[in-house]
């Protein structure tokens, strides 16, 4: 967002009826300035004189160095035009990741989504979904002419779906009463949707497996915007379409079947319509260990891996992303973690499942494409580090595009690789 923050903060006692927040000693009230340092994760209490970063000639020249050394490409995690425009401008070559459900959080759409959700027939969820495909096929549009040319994946409903209804007291009424059910009846579904550990409950391809008119309905909003693309601007898109939460092949391969029967109906659709050729890729992200364990069996069904390493890093270690925070400090205080594993790539215990599932999904798929869009994708020792084991990009924040251009340039100068990477995409 170009915002510097401060995440995570547990030590932070936030009042908002007094619009204050304490920490420690310090009450610091509505309007009193405080400065963030985001690199370090400082609070510092008053205004510090900053000056605005500029790209000025210097920093353009050293970047089209970085750009003539460099072997690992850099895209960018975004969502939105706006977001893809800004990593264009950063020199991003591609989406590595649009996580959709930020579209559906969307305020104008968020009660369709809810019906969808609360629906408890399958066709009461086919006609909501109707009405969300122009909207997500319009996101589509907007993300695929930002990035004419370059490569966009974009990732099915990942989140559980009771994330999407809402908590606050009063909320789930006011709901009822917009969408036309009786309260009662809402209630007993958001009760029915609760979950222990929504992080290993129901999201991901699992979500695909109780619902496939979800993933359906996304993937005909997928190749509905690329195929009118190609018939009214004039431009060919390649769209890679990505499973998340995979564990098993059978899951991908179960998933990945009726993905591709809908985006080649949508295809023959648009055949009378002058769009000829239109080539799209259905893959997977690595996220759990057993899919990096499994890889060779996977890589059959996915034509690439994206590494998703928020996930890996929790499910490897065993630990919450959401709660870690809490007691981070003390491992790092106490030298036990040198960094936050969320943040630096854990390269013996993260890293050794990644070696593995390269160099496993290769054995079936010599051509396999692989890629990382957790966060790590754009810190630099996680960057180096991707290089060296044979990473084809990474994916980052727009704001970190160019931080990661850099580490891969002074990656390839410390570490040339022995075989060039394929000049595709
Ligand atoms: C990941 O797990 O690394 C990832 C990119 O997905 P998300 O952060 O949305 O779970
Ligand atoms: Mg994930």
């Known amino acids: 967002m170009g915002k510097c923050c401060v995440a995570g903060c547990s030590a932070l006692k936030v009042s908002n009826e007094r619009r ?31 000056i605005a970063p500029a790209m000025n000639k210097d920093f353009k020249e050293l970047m089209t160095w970085v750009d003539e050394i460099r072997e690992l490409r850099v895209r960018t995690n975004a969502d939105t035009p706006n977001d893809s425009r800004v990593a264009r401008g950063f020199g991003a070559e591609g989406i590595g990741l649009c996580r959709t459900e930020h579209m559906f959080f969307d305020a104008e759409r968020i ?5 969808m959700i609360l629906s408890d027939t399958k066709s009461g969820r086919e006609r909501a979904l109707a ?6 096929k319009e996101d589509f549009k907007g993300l695929f002419r930002e990035m004419k040319g370059l490569p966009v994946t974009i990732r099915l409903l990942d989140p559980p779906l009771h994330e999407f209804i809402p908590q606050k007291p009063g909320e789930l009424e006011a709901l009822a009463e917009r969408i036309g059910v009786s309260f009662d009846r809402l209630k007993r ?34 190749m509905e915007a690329a195929c009118e693309l190609m018939r009214d601007e004039k431009f060919t898109i390649v769209p890679e379409i990505m499973i998340p939460l ?7 391969k179960y998933v990945g079947d009726y993905c591709r029967d809908e985006a ?42 994206s590494f998703g390493t928020n996930d890996l890093t929790q499910t490897t270690y065993g630990l919450s992303r959401d709660d870690a925070g809490m007691f981070l400090k003390d491992y790092l205080d106490s030298k036990i973690y040198e960094r936050d594993p969320f943040a630096a790539l854990d390269q013996t215990g993260v890293g050794r499942l990644m070696e593995l599932a390269i160099a496993e999904g290769k054995l079936t ?10 966060e790590h994708g754009g810190d630099p020792s996680s960057v180096e580090f991707c290089h060296r084991i044979g990473l084809d990009y990474v994916s980052c924040s727009p704001f970190r595009v160019p931080i990661a251009r850099l580490a891969a340039a002074q ?15």
């Not at 927040?21 to 900053?50: M, N």
């Not at 009660?111 to 019906?115: I, K």
């Not at 798929?365 to 957790?374: A, E, H, M, S």
């Open 131 to 136: 009405k969300i495909l122009p909207m997500q």
């Open 246 to 252: 995979v564990g098993d092949w059978k899951e991908l």
């Open 264 to 305: 080649d109906k949508v295809i023959a659709s648009f055949k009378a319509q002058g769009v000829k050729k239109v080539v799209y890729q259905i893959g997977t992200m690595i996220e759990l260990p057993r899919a990096a364990l499994t890889a060779a069996e996977i890589a059959k069904y996915g034509e690439f891996f």
């Open 189 to 222: 579904k958001a009760e029915m949707l609760h979950e222990f550990n929504p992080m290993l409950g129901h999201r991901g391809v699992r979500l695909g497996i109780s619902y496939p008119e979800i993933f359906k309905t996304q993937v005909r909003a997928i």
């Open 411 to 425: 990656a390839t100068i410390q570490w040339p690789r022995k075989a060039k990477p394929s000049k595709k995409r």
């Open 365 to 374: 798929r010599p051509d396999l494409k692989v890629g990382i869009c957790g």
């Open 111 to 115: 009660d369709v989504v809810r019906e």
């Open 20 to 50: 204050e927040f304490i920490v420690g000693p310090h009450t610091i009230r509505e309007g009193d300035f405080i400065t963030l340092d985001g690199g370090t994760g400082e609070v510092i209490r008053g205004e510090v004189a900053t």
